[in-house]
């Protein structure tokens, strides 16, 4: 049987770090005379910091000078990482250490793709770090999902080839991503938004170890 390679995305498959990216935002818009919507923050799910805040100034029909925009990204993150130091085990999403120690279990590779450039120190704070083989975050790429790099850099470190990877995700830019990587994709979310997903679940509380039994002794092509 070929081993497989499980790639986690982080914020909302992992822990659910979107609320603490939306109040950092949203000061940071507010700040600037722009008005920022739970419904817009949904839109910069997976998506990269320097085009999340080009998202939000074209929303808010703003031009700022490139010092301007590298000082606002700098301000943006100093407010999330002050979030993120409270971060601990109890954020961990459900169910996710049941399907990881599952994983390892069976001796499968497990690693992160995740757009994060804080990816690390959020592994760190909610100890789950050493559950992984492999770590690729916003620091190891340099194109944004839906461009696979990311998964792609996860399955070379893994030595397990694209169509032997399952991707966990929950943006539609993330299973875009692995599609076009022709790994299996499974989403975590709403299946309306996550339409393009070979699986979706609401939440790992809904997979089975007998699915990811599955996975590991389907041959793909
Ligand atoms: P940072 P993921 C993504 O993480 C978030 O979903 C997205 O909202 C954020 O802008 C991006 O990371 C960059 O994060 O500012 O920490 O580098 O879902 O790919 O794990
Ligand atoms: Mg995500």
């Not at 939440?203 to 039994?213: A, P, Q, S, V």
């Amino acid at each position: 049987m070929t081993k497989k390679a499980f790639i986690f995305d982080l914020d909302g498959v992992i822990v659910d770090t979107a609320k603490y990216h939306f109040l950092a935002w949203q000061n940071l818009a507010n700040s600037l005379g722009i008005s920022f919507s739970s419904a817009q923050n949904e839109q910069l799910k997976g998506v990269s910091r320097i085009r999340s805040l080009e998202k939000i100034l074209e929303w808010g029909n703003k031009t700022i000078s490139k010092e301007e925009f590298t000082t606002l990204m700098a301000k943006k993150n100093e407010e999330y990482l002050n979030y993120i130091d409270t971060m601990d085990v109890s954020e961990i999403l459900p169910d996710v250490p049941r399907i990881l120690d599952f994983l390892l279990t069976k001796e499968q590779g497990v690693a992160l793709g995740s757009a994060s450039k804080n990816a690390r120190i959020i592994l760190d704070k909610v100890q789950l770090k050493d559950k992984f083989h492999a770590i690729v975050d916003g620091t190891n790429v340099s194109k944004a999902k839906p461009d696979p790099e990311v998964f792609l850099i996860g399955a070379e470190e893994l030595k397990i080839q694209p169509k032997d990877c399952i991707v966990f995700e929950d943006s539609v830019a993330g299973i875009q991503a692995a599609n076009i990587a022709n790994m299996v994709s499974i989403g975590i979310g709403d299946p309306k938004i996550l339409h393009e997903a070979d699986y979706v679940f609401k939440d790992f509380t809904e997979i089975k170890e007998e699915f990811i039994n599955q996975l590991v002794t389907t041959e793909r092509n």
